[in-house]
């Protein structure tokens, strides 16, 4: 495991602590670390299965992250686990929270990291939600990258650990994906555009038990890569 290089060492030490503990507690496989830029403005994009999902990704991650999080997190373990490892930005449920919102760009301007989850809340189905435009819109905003993230195995952690089991999660980290120059004056069409383009490569991360709502295009864009790839040789 690598720890944020910039990090304070009691951050980088707190991360490490909690990276054992989830080791020891997990059978967890995790691929694509490379993948994450260790400066500039960062939007981690995952989906979200379980209500730890933020403490997973501020320990997998090798720089120091602000996440969001639901209000009702405030004054929780969660919450004091995310503020020990990073920032915790508190979301009121249910509205257009415009402080957190501004919020989110300061961190995003400054050249720091942001976990979003794109589908807006905890999806209760374990599949893929449809998702939203808020990290495409705060990516377009401030020229960060969008880190599309899939976990998958600890919705079960809970159930497991009742029955004296280590769960099985894995973790996939793809490139980061790069808005074009004109994403900034971007309207609702394209950033949905934008929003499609994140969660369909979310999808084609997890097993199409996990797809939900993308697993007919993720599939489809599966076949139709395999063809080009084939047609190529």
């Not at 951050?11 to 490490?16: E, F, I, N, P, T």
């Not at 602000?66 to 405030?74: E, H, I, L, Q, S």
């Not at 979003?116 to 939600?129: D, I, K, N, Q, Y």
Request: proline content about 7%.
């Amino acid at each position: 495991m690598k720890t944020a290089p910039n990090a304070p060492l009691l951050y980088r030490v707190l991360q490490r602590l909690v990276w054992l503990l989830i080791r020891l507690l997990t059978r967890i496989d995790v691929a694509g670390v490379e993948h994450v830029p260790l400066t500039g403005p960062l939007v981690v994009a995952p989906n979200h299965l379980f209500v730890l999902d933020p403490v997973f990704m501020l320990a997998v991650l090798p720089r120091r992250m602000t996440v969001f999080a639901a209000d009702k997190w405030r004054g929780t373990l969660g919450g004091w686990l995310m503020s020990l490892l990073g920032n915790a930005i508190y979301v009121a449920r249910g509205e257009a929270d415009r402080k957190a919102l501004g919020r989110a760009a300061v961190v995003l301007q400054r050249g720091g990291g942001l976990g979003v989850a794109p589908e807006g809340t905890r999806s209760r189905v374990c599949s893929l939600l449809p998702g939203k435009n808020g990290t495409v819109y705060l990516a377009s905003r401030t020229g960060a990258v969008i880190l599309p993230v899939a976990i998958w195995g600890q919705e079960t952690l809970i159930r497991d650990w009742l029955h004296f089991r280590r769960p099985r999660i894995h973790i996939r980290i793809a490139p980061a994906m790069q808005l074009p120059p004109e994403a900034g004056q971007a309207r609702t069409a394209e950033l949905r555009t934008y929003t499609d383009e994140l969660m369909l490569t979310i999808a084609r991360m997890l097993p199409p038990e996990y797809r939900g709502v993308y697993v007919e295009r993720a599939g489809l864009q599966e076949t139709g890569d395999r063809s080009q790839a084939s047609r190529g040789q």
